[in-house]
Structures are given as structure tokens and as C-alpha cells.
């Protein structure tokens, strides 16, 4: 996934942040499909460079001077996406497990999904009497 593939998902409908959590579902959803399968083959290793490039990206975008995400919030990116690298290899070397990366992943999701907003109450119906 490069720069332009994420800034491509990011003019599809919807809001940045529900094109973000579409686009971690998908590369985390890749990544269960590939632990699950047991096989250490181009799908495996697809998907582990697929979420590796997406943080990557991630990363790159908080590094921008004009990045409007606060602070702190640009710097803990940043420094996921350095483990993820990191971490990324040790599991392509079979010295880690899958499950972290996927981890990482949903936490990031329950941070992006939509916010139940509070129902509010049904209006009362106006009251008619007769004169």
C-alpha cells in the first residue's frame, strides 16, 4: 500500500476516519486469514508487508509538518509504527507471533469506530383538546 493507494482510500466515501478503520479492517482481516492458515507462503508474507506499509504510511503522514492530529497523538503513531517494523520482521523471521501485529490492529480499530452517540428522547406529541 503506497502513499498515493492511501491517500486514494481517502477521497472514497466517507469520512477520514471511517476510511482509516475500513482500511485497517481490510489489512488486519488479511493478517488473521494469514495466521490462520498455518502456511508461510506469498499470502503470508503479503500481508505482513501490507500492514507494515500502511503504518509506514501512517508514519510518514504524522511526520508532516501540516499533519493536524496533536502532538503526543503524531509521536505514539510514529513510535507504533517503528515497532510494527520492527516487529514485523521478527515475525517474517518466525521469532514472534502474528498476533501481536493483529493486536495492535484492533486496538487501533476501537479507537476509530464510530462513537454510539446517546439516544435521545422521542419528542412528546403535542396534546390536542377539544373547546
Excluded at 506469498?42 to 504510511?57: E, V
Excluded at 501540516?66 to 517494523?85: C, D, E
Aim: hydrophobic share 40%; charged share 20%; aromatic share 6%.
Amino acid at each position: 500500500m503506497s502513499l498515493t493507494a492511501y491517500t486514494r482510500a481517502q477521497r472514497t466515501t466517507g469520512t477520514p476516519r471511517e476510511n482509516e478503520y475500513r482500511l485497517f479492517a481490510d489489512v488486519t482481516r488479511a493478517l488473521i486469514e494469514a495466521g490462520e492458515s498455518g502456511n508461510r507462503d506469498h499470502k503470508f508474507f503479503d500481508a505482513l508487508d501490507w500492514n507494515r506499509r500502511l503504518w509506514s504510511t501512517l508514519s510518514t503522514d504524522c511526520s508532516s509538518p501540516t499533519n493536524k492530529l496533536p502532538r503526543q497523538l503524531r509521536a505514539q503513531i510514529i513510535s507504533i509504527s517503528i515497532w510494527v517494523g520492527k516487529y514485523t520482521s521478527m515475525v517474517a523471521l518466525d521469532r514472534a507471533d502474528i498476533d501481536a501485529l493483529i493486536n495492535i490492529n484492533r486496538t487501533i480499530m476501537e479507537g476509530l469506530a464510530p462513537q454510539q452517540q446517546p439516544a435521545r428522547p422521542a419528542p412528546q406529541a403535542a396534546t390536542v383538546t377539544a373547546v
